[in-house]
């Protein structure tokens, strides 16, 4: 078999976007397309001219807060004052819910990156005279909630030609829309670095649109003007910004906000207008983030104790576990034992849970099959919450287990190697080669290698807790190191197979490359 060099790496990548339709920023779709978005404009350029109250409603994940942070800061550039609503996890839960409708009393509520399934909701701002608009990307219910218009183009009579965007997208969709309407001059690019963000953090496809979208945005946070991005830069100082700088370092900031706390705290930080103001939310949220990675590392234990290795899916639940937290848990349950994973908060005889899956299966399909036990949910493919009484958890998981009993072979999919990976090949050139091809995401996998029969010549345990793998390796004569995060397990075998990522590392100035083992076989 040959191996992986330079000349085929980039073979491999570059045929990965061959056939983009939206290569160039100028070739996206135009917002004309999206069902009801006409309606939409037409109905915020009449409340905007007769001076009524607008009241924007979020949600408190990324996607969530950068969708608000793009509605404020649009609407600041009209130079529109207008009102928003990010709902707190623990006081309201998620989206558009009775409990925010009792805070509006007035005028036009746009809901962003949310409201698809707000049925109850939308029929008591109904009742209270208040037009509802709904932008969102979730996957659509059976039943719409009454609303003047949905621009979402998950629903089955929407034509715009790309369905897998997140809600941030859908937010500046309809910016660009009502900017048509109002006949304004804003520079819709000028909100890329922020779509860049959301998108990832939402792990939405890395194909087509987004592709596109995260390519540009990636370059826009690099010389944002906003103070938050700024701030972010000088943290960072790289010199340029790849797809994981997101996925790692930036949306787990953002996202502790709404996890353990209040997620006005990062929109406060995205909207900053000033360097101290940026400094000190940034300040906050590091805290609040190491906060949730104690939390969950405590969290992540017991779901492991109470898993059972035979069962198709992971279904386990807890005294108070902490709700902001059960999402990164199920994830992580996911990706150990590889198959789906359902995480529960138990809480006054109600279960609140996450679901989370890398699987050739759609989690909110698995879940409708037991709709007739839960008080709600919502989600898409391979993220999902919902909630029920506690006395029925039993029940559910036995549901679950039984809709994937002859699906035992999608329930995980494994990452796809490019091939054997020739290690003296790899330089600062071969690098370059797998950065020029960022951003990398789902369907569009960063590359990785597989290496055979290299030899184990030492290995270490590194980090504040000993809890990551060093190991310094030789293939066919070649020595280098290669780490293994958050893995401590030392019993190996002398020769090894093992799948890994390469990596640019940047330090002190000097740049190498960095092996990350994905796996060992």
């Excluded at 059972?308 to 108070?320: H, Q």
């Amino acid at each position: 078999m040959s191996k992986i060099t330079k000349n085929r790496l980039f073979e491999i990548l570059s045929a990965r976007h061959v056939d983009n339709p939206y290569s160039r920023l100028a070739d996206i779709p135009s917002p004309n397309n999206f069902k009801d978005i006409k309606k939409a404009s037409t109905r915020i350029k009449e409340a905007v001219l007769n001076n009524e109250t607008i009241t924007i409603v979020g949600d408190y994940d990324v996607d969530g807060v950068v969708s608000t942070t793009i509605m404020l800061d649009f609407f600041n550039k009209v130079g529109y004052k207008v009102n928003h609503i990010i709902p707190n996890r623990f006081v309201h839960g998620y989206g558009l819910s009775p409990k925010i409708v009792d805070m509006i009393d007035k005028g036009l509520v746009i809901t962003v990156d949310n409201g698809i399934s707000a049925v109850e909701a939308a029929k008591k701002l109904q009742e209270k005279g208040i037009d509802l608009i709904i932008t969102d990307h979730h996957t659509v219910g059976e039943q719409l909630p009454p609303a003047i218009a949905i621009v979402n183009p998950k629903q089955a009579d929407c034509n715009f030609e790309f369905k897998d965007i997140c809600g941030a997208q859908v937010a500046w969709y309809l910016c660009a829309a009502i900017k048509k309407e109002l006949n304004l001059n804003i520079n819709m690019t000028d909100f890329l670095d922020l779509l860049a963000l959301a998108i990832v953090a939402d792990i939405m496809p890395m194909t087509a649109l987004n592709y596109t979208m995260v390519k540009q945005g990636l370059k826009k946070i690099k010389s944002s003007q906003r103070e938050a991005f700024k701030k972010l830069n000088e943290v960072m100082s790289k010199e340029a910004l790849v797809s994981d700088d997101i996925g790692f370092f930036i949306a787990p900031k953002i996202n502790s906000a709404g996890r353990m706390d209040d997620a006005s705290v990062a929109l406060s930080f995205l909207l900053s207008n000033s360097s101290f103001s940026a400094n000190e939310s940034l300040q906050l949220l590091e805290e609040l983030n190491n906060y949730r990675k104690t939390l969950q590392e405590e969290i992540s234990q017991k779901a492991l104790n109470a898993s059972k290795k035979e069962d198709n899916a992971v279904v386990v639940w807890g005294e108070d576990w902490h709700e902001g937290v059960i999402g990164i848990v199920a994830s992580k349950m996911s990706n150990h034992f590889k198959k789906p994973a359902f995480i529960f908060s138990l809480n006054n005889g109600i279960a609140k849970g996450s679901a989370r899956a890398n699987a050739d299966i759609n989690l909110y399909d698995l879940i409708t099959e037991a709709k007739h036990l839960l008080l709600g949910y919502g989600g898409h493919k391979n993220a999902a919450g919902l909630s029920m009484k506690q006395e029925n958890l039993e029940e559910f998981k036995a549901i679950i287990n039984k809709q994937l009993e002859d699906k035992k072979d999608k329930l995980h999919i494994e990452p796809k190697t490019l091939g054997e990976l020739d290690v003296s090949s790899v330089d600062l050139e071969f690098l370059s080669i797998i950065e020029q091809f960022e951003p990398y995401g789902l369907q569009n996998h960063k590359p990785i290698f597989k290496l055979s029969n290299v030899n184990l010549v030492k290995y270490d345990l590194i980090g504040r807790d000993k809890n990551h793998l060093k190991l310094t390796l030789n293939s066919e004569g070649v020595i280098f190191e290669a780490l293994k995060f958050n893995d401590s397990n030392t019993n190996l075998s002398n020769t090894l197979d093992i799948i890994v990522s390469v990596n640019k590392n940047e330090f002190r100035g000097e740049l190498s490359a960095q092996f990350l083992i994905q796996d060992i076989l």
